[in-house]
T-cell receptor, first 112, second 111 residues
Framework: KAGVTQTPRYLIKTRGQQVTLSCSPI?????VSWYQQTPGQGLQFLFE???????NKGNFPGRFSGRQFSNSRSEMNVSTLELGDSALYLC???????????FGPGTRLTVL | QKEVEQDPGPLSVPEGAIVSLNCTYS??????FMWYRQYSRKGPELLMY????GNKEDGRFTAQVDKSSKYISLFIRDSQPSDSATYLC???????????FGTGTSLTVIP
C-alpha cells in the first residue's frame, strides 16, 4: 500500500499571504490529522477530520483551517501568514479506530 | 503541568548498548500508548502501539507501560547506528480523541 503523501514538500511564502497544503491518506484510512512541528514546540495538534467532519481541534487561531473530501483526501489552509508559521506541517492518517497514526513526509513551510 | 513530559536528551550511546527512553504523563485516562521514530527531515514512523499495562516486544524493541506510575518506556536492545533518530511518545484517551505527543528524545548511536 502506498503511504501518506503530502504536497508540496517545500513552500516559501511571504507574510500576509495564504497557503494550502494537501494530504492523501493511506487507502482505506478515514481519519486525517494535521500537526505543526517546530524545534521549540515539538508536534502540536491542529485538527482531525473523520469522514469529512472535523472531529477534534487543537488550540490554533482561526487562520488555520482544513477540510476533508469524500475520498478522504484533506487540505489545510493558513491565511494571513506570519513569520511564526514557519514549520514542518505533518499529515497523519489512520483507520480511525484503535490504531496508531501513519505520517506523511511533511510540507516544510518557510514564511519570509 | 504538561500532559506529557519527555526528556529531550540528547542521548548518545555506543553501538550494542541497551537504550532506555521514557515518558511520563499526567492524564490517568490515557488508554493508548505509542512510540514513534523520526529521522531527520522525515515524518514520524509508528514503532509500537499498545493498549494495556505491561510489556510488548517487537524484535529489538520493547515497550513498557506502567499505568499506576503514569510512565512508559521504550527499550532498544543491541542498538545500531541506524537507530539514531528522535523518538516520540504518544498517548490517546480513546479511539475518538486526538493523539498527544511528547517533544521527543534525540538519540545517537555511535559506531
Amino acid at each position: 500500500k502506498a503511504g501518506v503523501t503530502q504536497t508540496p514538500r517545500y513552500l516559501i511564502k511571504t507574510r500576509g499571504q495564504q497557503v494550502t497544503l494537501s494530504c492523501s491518506p493511506i487507502s482505506g484510512h478515514r481519519s486525517v490529522s494535521w500537526y505543526q512541528q517546530t524545534p521549540g514546540q515539538g508536534l502540536q495538534f491542529l485538527f482531525e477530520y473523520f469522514s469529512e467532519t472535523q472531529r477534534n481541534k487543537g488550540n490554533f487561531p482561526g487562520r488555520f483551517s482544513g477540510r476533508q473530501f469524500s475520498n478522504s483526501r484533506s487540505e489545510m489552509n493558513v491565511s494571513t501568514l506570519e513569520l511564526g508559521d514557519s514549520a514542518l506541517y505533518l499529515c497523519a492518517s489512520s483507520l480511525g479506530g484503535a490504531t496508531g497514526e501513519h505520517f506523511g513526509p511533511g510540507t516544510r513551510l518557510t514564511v519570509l | 503541568q504538561k500532559e506529557v513530559e519527555q526528556d529531550p536528551g540528547p542521548l548518545s550511546v555506543p553501538e550494542g548498548a541497551i537504550v532506555s527512553l521514557n515518558c511520563t504523563y499526567s492524564n490517568s485516562a490515557f488508554q493508548y500508548f505509542m512510540w514513534y521514530r523520526q529521522y531527520s527531515r522525515k515524518g514520524p514512523e509508528l514503532l509500537m502501539y499498545t493498549y494495556s499495562s505491561g510489556n510488548k516486544e517487537d524484535g529489538r524493541f520493547t515497550a513498557q507501560v506502567d499505568k499506576s506510575s503514569k510512565y512508559i518506556s521504550l527499550f532498544i536492545r543491541d542498538s545500531q547506528p541506524s537507530d539514531s533518530a528522535t523518538y516520540l511518545c504518544a498517548f490517546r484517551l480513546n479511539t475518538g480523541n486526538q493523539f498527544y505527543f511528547g517533544t521527543g528524545t534525540s538519540l545517537t548511536v555511535i559506531p
